[in-house]
C-alpha cells in the first residue's frame, strides 16, 4: 500500500543520504533488508497509533542534534560493579578505556570486526524483524541497517557481569549501536549499560534466551539534558528461561525506550521496568513495551514509574498479548505516575489483548499529586516538608527499584535518584 | 436449562454460564414482517437521496442544505479501521436509506384501517392497544391517562418515527417529544440551536453519514427546573431488508432539569448484515441531569456469524453548565458488531459523567465499545464501570479515553474494566488511553475487583462479607438499580444479567 505523501517524503529524505557501514556479505545483507522494511512501512509520524504521545521528528529527521555533554562530579553508574568493562565515547569503541573482551562463559565480538560468525549471521536483524508486527517499528530497522558498531555476545555457560558504557565528549554526535546477546541453554548473564552516549543516540539490542537460561539487563541512561534517545530490545524467550530489564531515566530531552519480547517456551518469566525523573519542559520519557505470550505458565510482569515536574511529560504505552491457547498466563502491568506541580503531564495506554480463557492478567495505571495524608503524618513527626517529599517520593519509586535483583546495583541507583530529588527541590 | 456445552475454566460459576448461553439463545425479536408494505426509496446514497429525505420529511430549506454539505464532506472521508473489529467492506451504495410502512401514507381513521401486520409487531413487543393506535398515528387517538409508572414512547420503525404517546400529557409539563422530524418543523429555532452542537456533522465517518441521511429519531426538550413526569423511551425496529436506519436523537435538559431516557432497540433475523449507524446528541445544562440507558438487542447474527446488524452509533453529552450531570447505561447484548462509545464532555464546574456498561459477546459476535470522559471544569467526576463477557468465539473489546485538561483542577475518575471469557476459542481486550495534565487530579484506572466503592464495601464487609462477595453484592446492586428501571420486556435478561458473577475475572 502506498504510504501517504508526506511520509513518503520525510521517509525518501532521510534514506537518501544513508551509507550503510562496511562489513562482510551476511552482515550488508541484513542491513540491506532493514532498510528495506524501512521503506516499506516509511519512518514514524505524529499521526501513527504509536506515536500519538510522542513526536518523534527529532528522532529521524536529517538536521543536526546538538547537546551539550553534562560534567559530573560523581563516578559513572556501576563504577563499583565487578564487570567486564566496553566503553564507547560518541558511539566509537575506546580500546584503552575498555578490558580486554575475553573471558569465562562468553565470546564477545566488536560489529565493526565481525567476519564469518554463524549464530550471528543466523541472529542479527530477525529478532527485530520478527518485532515488527502486529505494530511496526521503523526506527529498529533504521538502527539495524546504519549501526556503525556494538558487541555480538555469545553466553555459553555462567558469566560475570558485562558493563556497556556510552561516553561523550562531542556535543553533536548522532549514533546507532546494535548489539547482538545470545545465551545458550542454562546460560547466565548480567549486563549492564550506562550512560546517554550520544547527543541523538539509537542503540537495538536482540536477546536470544534459550531454554533453562537467564538474561539479566540494568539500565541507567546518563543524566544529560538535552540528549535524544531511542531504544530497542527485542527479546525472544524459551523455556523456564529468564528475562529481566530495568531502566532508570534521569532528565534528557526525549528517550522512547521500545521493549519487545516474545515469550515462546512454557513456564518462563520476563519482567521489564522502568523508573524515571523529570523536572522541566525539556523531558519527554516514553516507555512502550509490547509483550507477546504463546506458550503456557508464563508469567510477565511491568512495573514502571514516573516522577514529573515543571512540564516534564511521561508516557507509557504497555501491551499484553496472550495468544490462542497461552493457557494460566500470569500478567501483571502497573504504571504510575507522580506528578509534583500542576504543569506536568502523564499519557498512557495500558492494553490488554487476551485469546485464552484461563488467565489472570491485570492492568492498573494511576496518576496524581503526593498524597497530602502522608505528608502531613510525617511533618507532624517533625520531618521537614523537603525531606518528607523526597522520602515519599522514594518510596513510590521502590516498587519499580525492586525489580533489580541484585541488591548493590538497586542501592547504586536508588542513591543517584535521592541525589536527584535532592537538586531538584524547589 | 440446557447447560452450555463449554470447557470453562475453574472460578466461573455454571450459572454465569448459563446466563450467557440464555442470553444468546434463540433470538427471540427475530421475527420480520414482510408482509408489511414498505416505500422505499431507490437503493444507494447520493445528493438526490439526501434531498429526496429532506422532502419526505417536509423539512425547510437550511435543514436540507446542512444535510447536502454532511454528505459533501462524508464523500472525502474513509471509513475508520482502528478498532479491534474484523469487517467485510461495506458497500454503502447497496443499501436503502429511506424506507417507511406504507400505512404511513395516509393516517388511518381507526385501527381497523391500520396495516394488520403493523399492529400485530407492536403487539410482538408488547405495546398496549391504545398506545399501538397513537404509534400506529390513529387520527383522534387519546392517550390513555396516566397510572402509576408510564413510559412515553417514540417508536421508529425503519426509517420513520411512527408515533409518540403521552405527547399531550408531557406537554402539561412543558417538556417536547417528538420525532426529530416533527421537531425540524415545530422547534426550528431548538434544533438549529442544539443540532451538531456536540457530535458535529464532520465527527467522523458514520456520524457524517448520519448527518446527511438520517430518517428520523427521537426528540426531547426539558424546560428549566422541570423534572420529566415519566420516562421516556424509544424505541427502534429494522424491518425492512437491506436497509440502512440512521436515526438522530437529541435531547435538550435545560436549567435544573431532569430526564430519564430509555432506548431499545431490534431487528429480524436476516441472513445479510444490516447496518445502523446513529447519533445521539445530549445536550445538559447548568443543575440539569439525564440518564440514558440503553438495552441493546439488534439481532446479533446466527452461530457462523451470517448477518446481524452492523452497529456504528455515536453517543456523546456535552455537560454544559455546572453541576451538569449525565449517566450512561448500557446493556449491550445484539449487533454482529458494536461499534459504540458513549462519551461525556464534562465542561461545566462540578459535572458529572458516569458510564455503566455490561456488554456480552457470543458466537461471531464482535464488540468494541468504552466511551470517553473528558474533564474540562474544575473538581468535574467520572467513574466508569465496564463487565465485557465474552464467550463462543466473540471478540470484545473496552476502548475508553479518561482526559484532564490542564484547567480540570481537582478532578477525579475512577475506571475500573473487568472482562470474562468462557471457553478458549473467544477474546477480550482492553484499550484505555489516559492523559492527565494536571496534578491536582486523580486517575486511576483499575482492573482489580478491590476497588468499588470504598463506603459501600466498608459496610459490606462490617456486616461480615468478605471482599469478593462484598464487591460482587456491590457491583450486582448498582446493575439491578439500572436494570430495573429497563422496559418490562427486557426483565428476562435483566434477571440473567444480573445473575452473571465478577468470579474468574481478568481485566
Known amino acids: 500500500m502506498a504510504l501517504p505523501q508526506r511520509k513518503q517524503d520525510a521517509t525518501d529524505a532521510r534514506l537518501e543520504g544513508v551509507m550503510l557501514p562496511e562489513g562482510p556479505a551476511w552482515l550488508t545483507k541484513a542491513r540491506k533488508a532493514a532498510l528495506g522494511r524501512v521503506a516499506a512501512v516509511g519512518l514514524p509520524a505524529r499521526r501513527d497509533e504509536y506515536w500519538r504521545f510522542t513526536d518523534p521528528t527529532t528522532l529521524t529527521d536529517a538536521a543536526a542534534i546538538t547537546a551539550d555533554v553534562l560534567e559530573v562530579e560523581e563516578d559513572p553508574e556501576f563504577s563499583g560493579a565487578d564487570a567486564l568493562r566496553v566503553v564507547f565515547v560518541d558511539g566509537v569503541f575506546d580500546e584503552g578505556a575498555s578490558d580486554d573482551l575475553s573471558a569465562a562463559g562468553v565470546t564477545i565480538t566488536r560489529l565493526a570486526q565481525a567476519q564469518d560468525l554463524t549464530w550471528a549471521a543466523d541472529l542479527l536483524g530477525t529478532l527485530e524483524e520478527r518485532g515488527q508486527q502486529p505494530v511496526e517499528r521503523p526506527l529498529a530497522a533504521l538502527t539495524t541497517a546504519t549501526a556503525t558498531d556494538g558487541l555480538l555476545i555469545h553466553v555459553t555457560g555462567q558469566a560475570g557481569m558485562i558493563h556497556l558504557r556510552y561516553d561523550r565528549k562531542d556535543a553533536g554526535a548522532d549514533v546507532a549501536l546494535h548489539h547482538v546477546v545470545k545465551l545458550d541453554a542454562g546460560a547466565v548473564v548480567t549486563l549492564l549499560e550506562s550512560g546517554a552516549?550520544?547527543?541523538?543516540?539509537?542503540?537495538?539490542?536482540?536477546?536470544?534466551?534459550?531454554?533453562?537460561?537467564?538474561?539479566?539487563?540494568?539500565?541507567?541512561?546518563?543524566?544529560?539534558?538535552?540528549?535524544?534517545?531511542?531504544?530497542?530490545?527485542?527479546?525472544?524467550?524459551?523455556a523456564e528461561a529468564t528475562f529481566k530489564s530495568f531502566t532508570l531515566s534521569v532528565n534528557g530531552a526525549l528517550t522512547r525506550n521500545d521493549c519487545i519480547m516474545e515469550i515462546l517456551g512454557d513456564d518462563a518469566t520476563a519482567h521489564v521496568a522502568g523508573a524515571c525523573v523529570g523536572d522541566g519542559e525539556d523531558f519527554h520519557h516514553d516507555d512502550t513495551v509490547f509483550i507477546t505470550h504463546d506458550a503456557v505458565g508464563c508469567e510477565s510482569r511491568q512495573v514502571f514509574k514516573k516522577v514529573l515536574r515543571n512540564g516534564a511529560v511521561g508516557v507509557f504505552q504497555g501491551k499484553i498479548l496472550v495468544k490462542h491457547g497461552a493457557q494460566k498466563t500470569d500478567g501483571y502491568q502497573i504504571s504510575q505516575s507522580l506528578l509534583l506541580d500542576g504543569d506536568s503531564q502523564f499519557l498512557?495506554?495500558?492494553?490488554?489483548?487476551?485469546?485464552?480463557?484461563?488467565?489472570?492478567?491485570?492492568?492498573?495505571?494511576?496518576?496524581?499529586?503526593?498524597?497530602?495524608?502522608?505528608?502531613?503524618?510525617?511533618?507532624?513527626?517533625?520531618?521537614?516538608?523537603?525531606?518528607?517529599?523526597?522520602?515519599?517520593?522514594?518510596?513510590?519509586?521502590?516498587?519499580?527499584?525492586?525489580?533489580?535483583?541484585?541488591?548493590s546495583l538497586a542501592d547504586d541507583l536508588r542513591d543517584r535518584l535521592a541525589g536527584w530529588l535532592d537538586r531538584h527541590q524547589h | 436449562m440446557a447447560a452450555m456445552d463449554v470447557d470453562v475454566k475453574e472460578g466461573v460459576d455454571q450459572e454465569t454460564v448459563d446466563a450467557v448461553a440464555q442470553l444468546s439463545g434463540a433470538y427471540k425479536y427475530g421475527w420480520n414482517d414482510d408482509e408489511i408494505e414498505m416505500d422505499y426509496a431507490p437503493k444507494g446514497v447520493n445528493p438526490d437521496i439526501v434531498k429526496l429525505i429532506s422532502s419526505k420529511n417536509e423539512e425547510p430549506e437550511w435543514m436540507t442544505d446542512w444535510r447536502l454539505s454532511a454528505f459533501q464532506r462524508w464523500e472525502g472521508m474513509s471509513v475508520p479501521n482502528w478498532a479491534m473489529l474484523q469487517l467485510a467492506d461495506i458497500d454503502f451504495q447497496d443499501l436503502y436509506y429511506y424506507a417507511r410502512p406504507k400505512s404511513m401514507e395516509v393516517?388511518?381513521?381507526?385501527?381497523?384501517?391500520?396495516?394488520?401486520?403493523?399492529?400485530e409487531t407492536y403487539k410482538k413487543l408488547g405495546i398496549p392497544l391504545k398506545e399501538q393506535a397513537i404509534l400506529a398515528g390513529v387520527e383522534g387517538a387519546e392517550a390513555p391517562p396516566a397510572e402509576g409508572r408510564q413510559v412515553a414512547v417514540d417508536a421508529v420503525f425503519d426509517s420513520v418515527s411512527v408515533g409518540t404517546t403521552f405527547q399531550k400529557e408531557l406537554a402539561k409539563a412543558g417538556v417536547i417529544f417528538c420525532s426529530i422530524s416533527e421537531a425540524i418543523r415545530e422547534h426550528p429555532e431548538l434544533v438549529k440551536k442544539y443540532l451538531g452542537s456536540v457530535v458535529p456533522p464532520s465527527d467522523n465517518f458514520y456520524a457524517t453519514l448520519n448527518s446527511a441521511v438520517f430518517s428520523d429519531g427521537s426528540f426531547v426538550y426539558i424546560p428549566p427546573g422541570v423534572r420529566c413526569p415519566m420516562e421516556l423511551s424509544t424505541y427502534f425496529r429494522i424491518n425492512a431488508e437491506n436497509t440502512g436506519q440512521f436515526e438522530r436523537t437529541l435531547i435538550i435538559a435545560d436549567k435544573g432539569s431532569y430526564v430519564s431516557y430509555l432506548e431499545g432497540c431490534?431487528?429480524?433475523?436476516?441472513?445479510?448484515?444490516?447496518?445502523?449507524?446513529?447519533?445521539?446528541?445530549?445536550?445538559?445544562?447548568?443543575?440539569?441531569?439525564?440518564?440514558?440507558?440503553?438495552?441493546?438487542?439488534?439481532?446479533?447474527?446466527?452461530?457462523?456469524?451470517?448477518g446481524g446488524i452492523y452497529n456504528f452509533v455515536t453517543?456523546?453529552?456535552?455537560?454544559?453548565?455546572?453541576?451538569?450531570?449525565?449517566?450512561?447505561?448500557?446493556?449491550?447484548?445484539?449487533?454482529?458488531?458494536?461499534?459504540?462509545?458513549?462519551?461525556?464532555?464534562?465542561?461545566?464546574?462540578?459535572?458529572?459523567?458516569?458510564?455503566?456498561?455490561?456488554a456480552i459477546a457470543n458466537n461471531m459476535q464482535q464488540a468494541d465499545t468504552g466511551t470517553k470522559m473528558v474533564h474540562l471544569g474544575k473538581r468535574t467526576k467520572s467513574r466508569i464501570v465496564s463487565k465485557g463477557i465474552s464467550a463462543g468465539k466473540a471478540q470484545n473489546t473496552y476502548r475508553g479515553l479518561v482526559s484532564m485538561h490542564p484547567k480540570a483542577k481537582e478532578?477525579?475518575?475512577?475506571?475500573?474494566?473487568?472482562?470474562?471469557?468462557?471457553?478458549?476459542?473467544?477474546?477480550?481486550?482492553?484499550?484505555?488511553?489516559?492523559?492527565?495534565?494536571?496534578?491536582?487530579?486523580?486517575?486511576?484506572?483499575?482492573?482489580?475487583?478491590?476497588?468499588?466503592?470504598?463506603?459501600?464495601?466498608?459496610?459490606?464487609?462490617s456486616r461480615g462479607m468478605d471482599e469478593e462477595e462484598a464487591v460482587a453484592l456491590v457491583v450486582n446492586g448498582f446493575c439491578k438499580e439500572v436494570l430495573q428501571a429497563l422496559p418490562m420486556e427486557?426483565?428476562?435478561?435483566?434477571?440473567?444479567?444480573?445473575?452473571?458473577?465478577?468470579?474468574?475475572?481478568v481485566g
Not at chain 2, 453548565?321 to 447484548?333: F, L, S, Y
Open chain 1, 348 to 407: 498512557a495506554k495500558p492494553e490488554l489483548e487476551i485469546y485464552a480463557d484461563d488467565v489472570a492478567c491485570s492492568h492498573g495505571s494511576t496518576s496524581g499529586a503526593i498524597d497530602e495524608d502522608a505528608l502531613f503524618y510525617l511533618r507532624s513527626r517533625g520531618v521537614p516538608e523537603k525531606t518528607a517529599t523526597t522520602l515519599l517520593t522514594l518510596s513510590f519509586l521502590a516498587e519499580a527499584l525492586q525489580e533489580i535483583a541484585d541488591e
Open chain 2, 266 to 306: 431490534t431487528a429480524p433475523k436476516r441472513d445479510v448484515a444490516q447496518l445502523h449507524a446513529a447519533v445521539v446528541e445530549i445536550i445538559v445544562e447548568e443543575d440539569a441531569e439525564v440518564k440514558y440507558s440503553t438495552v441493546q438487542n439488534w439481532y446479533p447474527g446466527d452461530a457462523e456469524g451470517k
Open chain 2, 490 to 505: 427486557f426483565a428476562m435478561e435483566a434477571q440473567a444479567l444480573v445473575a452473571i458473577s465478577l468470579e474468574g475475572s
Open chain 2, 411 to 461: 478532578s477525579r475518575n475512577y475506571t475500573q474494566c473487568d472482562s470474562l471469557l468462557i471457553g478458549s476459542e473467544c477474546g477480550a481486550h482492553t484499550v484505555p488511553y489516559i492523559e492527565v495534565k494536571n496534578n491536582s487530579s486523580r486517575v486511576e484506572h483499575e482492573a482489580t475487583t478491590s476497588k468499588v466503592d470504598d463506603e459501600q464495601l466498608f459496610y459490606c464487609r
Open chain 2, 107 to 119: 393516517k388511518p381513521k381507526s385501527l381497523d384501517e391500520v396495516d394488520p401486520k403493523l399492529l
Open chain 1, 197 to 238: 552516549g550520544a547527543a541523538r543516540f539509537a542503540s537495538n539490542m536482540e536477546v536470544d534466551v534459550a531454554d533453562g537460561a537467564a538474561f539479566h539487563h540494568v539500565r541507567a541512561q546518563g543524566r544529560d539534558h538535552g540528549r535524544r534517545m531511542n531504544t530497542h530490545t527485542f527479546a525472544r524467550i524459551g
Open chain 2, 315 to 358: 453517543k456523546r453529552a456535552d455537560c454544559r453548565g455546572d453541576r451538569a450531570k449525565v449517566m450512561w447505561t448500557q446493556v449491550e447484548t445484539g449487533s454482529a458488531v458494536t461499534w459504540k462509545y458513549p462519551s461525556c464532555i464534562l465542561r461545566g464546574n462540578d459535572s458529572q459523567g458516569e458510564f455503566y456498561s455490561i
